[in-house]
């Protein structure tokens, strides 16, 4: 675990649980409103219900994980980013640049 801020949040039902290392790098908002953060990959860690996690395939082939209990989206896995919606963890970023928004072809909702 890293030595810097920390953020812990669960799913809807408590089954999973989220452990985030580091500050967020970007957030915002979909056309829902609904928010989202931006985490390096190595940031994020299931401190708890591995086994409640599943796998949906989302309309563009992303593949976001899920609590199979409560069905919430929890994240969406790049190469070295990960999204994250933001009711899971809440904290505050600046919204994402253009090079970073050209390095998110994935969206959670």
Known sequence: MSNGPYYQGSC???AVTLLATAEPLAQGRDQRGL??????????????GLEA????TLGAGHECRRCRHCQQR???EGDAL???A???????AEP?????AERLPWRLY
């Open 12 to 14: 809807e039902c408590g």
């Open 35 to 48: 928010g989202w953060l931006v985490l390096d990959a190595a940031a994020l860690q299931i401190s708890a």
């Open 53 to 56: 996690l599943e796998t949906e």
């Open 74 to 76: 929890l994240f969406v």
């Open 82 to 84: 990960t999204l994250i």
């Open 86 to 92: 933001d009711a899971l963890l809440t904290a505050e």
């Open 96 to 100: 994402p640049g253009d090079v970073l």
